[in-house]
């Protein structure tokens, strides 16, 4: 029993032992920690380390103060106009005064294109209170898609904005719907939009874009005189967006556009608009066009363009193709051919060919080309007077080819082909004409009765109008002046002019060209008691191939007459040309869709200008003559 108490006891010192072992190991780390840490601190605390805190310190708030003093002087100087802006924003409201857009007139100074009060209504994003709210009520009165609604709404939610459209050049019902409604930051402004006296008119006119900017035809090449200087109002508001009562706006008036006075003459126009329509769209054609040009001047007192739209419709929409499309002229091109010829004196209109009805050239070379005659008929000995009366294909080529390549070309170039004309009309074509140097095979043959070379339908009523002018070119002329937004009115210049051929020659012609009205091709051009001459052409249109023809064989035609009035004296030069009439109709050609169209202008500029006759002046009279041969 004392054994084991003994054992005992001994254990329990050893336990005692250990623990006294192990606390004072845990005192001695504790007073080793206690003394490092006084011998940090008082290191720390020496003066050495103090200075280069301070000096740290005070290196820190210098550089501080000077990024502050370097932001200070930005903003007063290079950012001072960013925040002047945004002030200027937050406690000013803009509202810009739209200034007119000039009219254009016609030469007794008859509005052709006008401005018309229009109101847009638009929105201050900052001063929406409930976006989709708004934008809901105002999808229903302007009949908005929920996509275009859900787009109003995501701009009216942009407070970083200060306008947004909701309803430009609104008629006045919708605008003052919009706006009796009182809708916080919702407002309208008074525009200016755009009118034409003749839906006919659009296709010479030309357009404007919603801003009022001209884009296309007079419109946009007389941007500059037409447009005027938007004005505004500046007013400081309050924190509701109120005007601020003791401050005072400030008022920049907005200045009208100019004016600017064509040559065409809104009467003529519009009748000759109607013509033209009611033709196409008793053939089914494609399109149509007519210029009526003062003969002496140039002048153009008439220009209508009529196409059929993708309904079925027919209208001037598409644009002026009067000056920018050009197509291969046809027979028309007779006239220059054989003035040519008779100019250089290698023919007189007595002059006789022996003219087959068919005719090979080139044979055995890869330009090898079968011409046929534009009627049937077998070896027949043609005066040049018939030939031109009747439109003989074959007979034009052998008259031109008593002249040379060059030569040939030459005169085309005298007669304005190749080039643009001086009128400048925006998108205007100079169509196509070779230089003769480049000429191969067929192109020194069928140039004669109208196919190699193209010209727009203004380059070909100037081209005619040489014959009636004596010979002389003359430029078709647009515009008669310009007055610009201080009253000051400034006149375009005379268009220039030169000899084409002599004026034997245009006589010569002109006596020819009267015969084709009064006996030849364009018999449904005469004008009762008064003489008119000109010439018809039938074109076959190239197709997408390659071809005159599809590829299931069918043909497109445009059909043409150029004349003037009255023959012996010439007032006014008239072209009518009707695209793609029916193929299968007899109304496809020159002398049937093209030359009644230029009886009924002729009509119109009779009894419009009215031009009386010359004493010896009777019209058609009297059976074909015998010299001309029997008709085809």
Not at 535 to 561: C, M, P
């Amino acid at each position: 029993m004392s054994l084991r108490i003994g054992a005992n006891r001994g254990k329990g010192s050893s336990r005692i032992d250990a623990n006294r072992v192990r606390n004072s190991d845990i005192s001695y780390r504790a007073s080793s920690a206690a003394t490092r840490s006084r011998e940090y601190f008082t290191k720390d605390l020496r003066g050495g380390d103090m200075r280069k805190r301070i000096v740290l310190m005070f290196t820190v708030v210098a550089l501080l103060l000077t990024a502050i003093g370097i932001r200070v002087a930005l903003l007063q100087t290079v950012w001072s106009g960013d925040y002047r802006e945004a002030s200027f924003s937050q406690r000013t409201r803009v509202q810009v005064l739209r200034s007119e857009r000039g009219s254009i007139l016609d030469r007794s100074g008859l509005e052709l294109a006008l401005p018309v009060p229009t109101r847009t209504v638009f929105a201050d994003p900052r001063s929406v209170i409930d976006p989709v709210g708004v934008a809901h009520v105002i999808a229903g009165i302007v009949k908005l898609t929920p996509q275009a609604e859900a787009e109003l709404t995501v701009k009216l939610q942009n407070k970083s904005s200060s306008f947004v459209y909701i309803a430009r050049h609104a008629n006045l019902e919708v605008a003052n719907t919009i706006v009796a409604l009182k809708l916080k930051g919702v407002s309208s402004y008074r525009e200016s939009g755009r009118a034409l006296t003749s839906d006919g008119l659009r296709g010479l006119i030309g357009r404007t874009d919603s801003d009022g900017l001209g884009i296309s035809g007079l419109e946009f090449k007389y941007q500059d005189i037409l447009a005027g200087t938007d004005g505004r109002i500046v007013r400081e508001v309050n924190t509701t967006g109120k005007s601020i009562a003791a401050k005072s706006s400030k008022v920049t008036e907005a200045i009208p556009g100019g004016r600017l006075i064509t040559t065409i003459d809104r009467t003529i126009q519009f009748q000759v608009d109607g013509i033209v329509k009611q033709q196409v769209e008793r053939l089914g054609a494609r399109g149509g066009s007519a210029i009526v040009m003062d003969t002496k001047t140039g002048e153009i007192f008439a220009m209508s363009n009529v196409r059929r739209n993708e309904d079925g419709s027919y209208s001037s929409e598409s644009g002026n193709f009067s000056a920018v499309e050009a197509n291969e002229p046809g027979s028309v091109a007779k006239v220059f051919s054989i003035a040519a010829a008779i100019n250089e004196g290698t023919v007189n209109m007595g002059s006789t060919f022996s003219v087959p009805g068919s005719q090979v050239f080139d044979r055995g070379t890869n330009w090898e080309y079968k011409v046929t005659d534009a009627y049937p008929h077998g070896l027949e000995d043609m005066s040049v007077r018939k030939i031109f009366v009747d439109s003989s294909n074959l007979g034009t080529v052998l008259v031109s080819r008593t002249l040379d390549s060059q030569k040939n070309h030459d005169y085309l170039k005298l007669f304005g082909f190749g080039a643009k004309t001086e009128i400048g009309y925006p998108g205007e074509s100079r169509g196509a004409l070779r230089p003769a140097a480049k000429w191969r095979g067929t192109e020194k043959i069928t140039f004669a009765y109208g196919y190699g070379y193209t010209t727009t339908a203004l380059q070909l009523v100037a081209a005619v109008n040489v014959v009636a002018n004596n010979g002389v070119y003359v430029a078709p002329k647009l515009v008669l002046k310009t007055i610009d937004a201080k009253g000051v009115e400034v006149s375009t210049a005379p268009s220039p002019t030169h000899q084409v051929v002599s004026s034997a020659t245009a006589k010569t012609m002109t006596s020819m060209m009267t015969d084709v009205v009064c006996y030849g091709t364009a018999t449904l051009a005469k004008l009762p008691g008064i003489s008119a001459a000109g010439k018809t052409g039938t074109a076959y249109k190239l197709q997408a191939n390659g071809k005159y023809f599809t590829d299931e064989g069918v043909r497109a035609y445009f059909a043409s007459f150029v004349g003037f009035l009255p023959a012996n004296n010439p007032r006014m030069t008239v072209l009518v040309s009707i695209d793609e009439p029916d193929s299968s109709s007899q109304d496809r050609f020159g002398g049937t869709a093209a030359a009644p169209v230029f009886a009924r202008i002729g009509q119109v500029l009779i009894s419009e200008l009215n031009i009386r006759p010359e004493a010896n002046d009777l019209g058609c009279v009297g059976p074909r003559p015998a010299e001309l041969g029997p008709g085809h």
